[in-house]
């Protein structure tokens, strides 16, 4: 065999028509012959085809595309008709209903099958439905016996667009040899070419006499001049030059599918395990084969899929897009179609690739497909660590370098996949600069957060939970006081199915009377809140993302993240880590700072202090009412005293101060709903570092510019806004 196919080729397309040099022969020999228009060779491709489908009628024509326009029409369709077809295929398939004036009615595909969704057809029908206009999609057969079961229990014509199903068989039987109209093509792509062609097999005497017509002028011959127009025809028959080259394949078309099937095996078996792409579905001997069309898992990439066609691209091999949903092009927007309606057929839209596959294709070029996709889409592939360790940093210039050189080793001896989140929480220190370098040193598990100004650590932990993705989340202190290599011990306790890990320092070296109070603290708090932090100043805390996930729906302005994860933990526990003391930097926590963080746990998260003050008010007019009483009974009996003024004057302001703490709790908690009616973003991202992404050497540079203070420019990824 001696095909211009198999010309050395460095690109690998897509699609490839293979035409032998005994076909290129046959051309040439029509063009000779003097007879180029349609003759005998459209005479002799039409009796092969319909041998070829069981001796069923065959008519051939300029492209499928005339053949379904004709197919309609010699079934009467036309203006108020509604024909029912899936919303993906090639666009052609709806036009042609739109072009004879009918409305095309969407419905559903299959995810996996690409045909259409039959449970849907039925429902789709109304008093107008004349036809279902159904697509073997890629040559898989679409499931006949059903088909044709709605079809007939609604008396609808079928009109199958077979573009893709030459040699396609449904349970053995070849599709084109049953059913009502089948219409094939022969577009070069095709499985078989007649350069542009189509033909179609079936149809009732009358609807073929409809379609001679409509395929030529509309003419006949009769009456006196030999000829007569019966109605104002198209123009549509295919060439003997086409018809010659159709010959030519025809005869080598089952070898073509065998070669095709062989090829699609192999992608199959290449991707027996754990495929970087969704498969489609791989049906029996039965597909033909004509396009192989995954999708590609766009969720969890960094790139688009434009981008995963220049790489691919780039690698010498071609890509195609197998096709866009129709209902979303702007012709069928304007007939009130719109996003949503169908799921599937805009998933498939966006996410379908058309990796190669044609007859001349080697089976070693599957492997270099498959080599190329694997990497590309490994290589894109989000991180999706098992580990997130979230690290808040303010100010720490002296303590990150420290903590770089303990973490990684710690994190990597794990041996989980892991990231580090940092956050840089408004530094005006030299911390932006050491995260940037950091992140430039091990781009493959850091990224880095860059408020644009200071949020504070909660905040700040919570701009890192809605970036984090791993599966256990550990926040950490920059300043070292909780040893990285801890984090090993809340790993156990959420292997051991904790949703929530607090620590408690084991050889904490505080002040008798500041952990007195601060026990004291805790104690009045969990009453309260019923919320268990033993140990508040130990930022070391694991959450699982079950527990991370309903924290970050909440949009509440201020918000203590371990109070908040601990009330929708299902498993808390707490757990002893060691802890050594701050080498640099300065403590945050002062006592001040811990008695108003109680002071907001409580007010954030129970109404007791008000119920507090209401039951305080109630007992204190109670006394002040005995008391009242008491005096007027005194001077009752011993008459008007003057000394008890002063006591009065005490009681007095005594109340006052009781009323004005009452006012300031009632202050407090107005003060909360205020802030939250605001809604005023609570954290702004000004940049986030991160590898794979393509903006991110852009965003590298601009990292070094939102060093000192951040600007918000637009070339900056700002996404903190409402997160
Ligand atoms: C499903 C489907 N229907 C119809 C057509 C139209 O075929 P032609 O180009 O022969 O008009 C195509 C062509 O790609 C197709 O894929």
Not at 348 to 358: A, Y
């Amino acid at each position: 065999m001696n095909d211009s196919s198999k010309q050395v080729n460095r690109m690998l397309p897509f699609t490839r028509p293979s035409i032998d040099e005994e076909t290129i022969d046959a051309v040439a020999e029509v063009l000779r012959s003097g007879w180029l228009a349609s003759g005998p060779k459209v005479a002799q491709l039409e009796a092969e085809l319909s041998s070829y489908f069981g001796g069923r009628p065959v008519r051939t024509q300029t492209s499928a595309t005339a053949g379904l326009e004709m197919a309609l029409l010699a079934c009467g369709i036309g203006k108020g008709d509604e024909v029912i077809t899936p919303a993906l295929s090639f666009v052609a398939t709806a036009n042609v209903i739109v072009r004879v004036g009918a409305r095309p009615v969407f419905v559903d595909v299959g995810l996996d099958s690409r045909n259409i969704d039959l449970d849907q057809v039925a429902a789709a029908i109304t008093p107008r439905t004349r036809a279902i206009l159904p697509v073997h999609f890629a040559g898989l057969p679409v499931d006949m016996e059903r088909l044709y079961a709605i079809a007939g229990r609604h008396r609808l014509r079928v009109i199958e667009d077979a573009a893709h199903a030459i040699g396609s068989a449904w349970r053995g039987r070849r599709i084109g040899s049953f059913g009502d109209l089948v219409v094939f093509s022969f577009h070069p792509n095709k499985n078989i070419t007649t350069i542009e062609g189509g033909a179609i097999s079936g149809g009732s005497p009358e609807e073929l006499r409809a379609i001679e017509l409509h395929r030529w002028h509309g003419q006949v011959k009769s009456g006196p001049d030999g000829f007569d127009t019966l109605l104002a025809g198209g123009k549509y028959n295919l060439s003997d030059v086409a018809a010659a080259v159709g010959l030519g394949q025809l005869k080598r078309l089952e070898e073509f599918n065998a070669r095709r099937r062989a090829l699609v095996a192999r992608y199959f078996e290449l991707w027996a395990a754990d495929p970087p792409l969704r498969l489609p579905e791989r049906g029996d001997a039965g597909h033909s084969w004509h396009v192989f069309t995954p999708l590609l898992p766009l969720a969890q990439l960094r790139i688009s899929r434009r981008e995963f066609i220049e790489s691919m691209k780039e690698r010498g091999i071609g890509v195609g897009v197998h096709y866009p949903a129709i209902h979303l092009f702007s012709a069928y927007r304007a007939l009130g179609y719109r996003e949503g309606q169908f799921p599937n057929a805009e998933r498939i839209g966006r996410e379908t690739v058309t990796l190669p596959l044609f007859p001349a294709m080697e089976l070693h070029e599957v492997e270099r497909v498959v080599q190329a996709v694997n990497a590309i889409v490994r290589g894109a592939q989000r991180m999706n660590p098992q580990v997130s360790v979230v690290i808040p940093a303010f100010n720490e210039e002296e303590g990150l370098p420290l903590l770089f050189e303990r973490l990684y080793p710690a994190l990597d001896a794990l041996g989980r996949s892991y990231e580090v989140v940092f956050v840089d929480d408004g530094s005006s220190d030299a911390s932006v600069a050491e995260l940037r370098e950091q992140f430039q040193r091990r781009p493959d598990v850091t990224r880095v957060v860059l408020l644009a100004r200071n949020a504070g650590q909660h905040l700040a932990i919570l701009a890192a939970f809605a970036q984090a993705r791993g599966t256990y989340m550990i926040t950490l202190d920059a300043d070292l006081q909780n040893p990285p290599e801890e984090i090993a011990r809340l790993i156990e306790a959420m292997d051991a199915g904790a949703d929530y890990v607090g620590t408690i320092r084991k050889s904490r070296q505080d002040v008798l009377w500041r952990r007195a109070a601060s026990r004291l603290m805790n104690r009045v708090r969990e009453r309260t809140t019923s919320i268990r932090i033993t140990d508040q100043g130990c930022m070391l805390r694991g959450y699982h993302r079950s527990v991370v996930d309903a924290v970050n729906h909440c949009t509440e302005m201020s918000t203590y993240v371990p109070a908040l994860a601990f009330t929708f933990a299902r498993h808390p526990v707490e757990i002893e880590v060691a802890h050594a003391e701050r080498t640099v930097g300065q403590s945050k926590y002062s006592l001040y700072r811990l008695i108003r963080l109680n002071f907001d746990l409580m007010t954030g998260f129970s109404v007791a202090p008000l119920q507090f003050f209401s039951m305080a008010g109630g007992v204190i007019a109670l006394i002040s009412l005995i008391l009242v009483v008491y005096l007027a009974i005194r001077r009752l009996i011993v008459g008007p005293e003057a000394e008890g003024v002063f006591t009065l004057f005490g009681v007095a302001f005594f109340l006052i101060g009781v009323a004005l703490i009452g006012l300031g709790v009632v202050g407090e908690y107005v003060g909360r709903i205020y802030e939250q009616v605001r809604q005023r973003p609570r954290y702004l991202v000004a940049a986030v570092l991160e590898q794979g992404d393509p903006g991110a050497t852009e965003r590298l540079a601009q990292a070094g510019a939102v060093q000192l203070p951040a600007p918000l420019t637009p070339a900056v990824r700002v996404r903190g806004a409402s997160e």
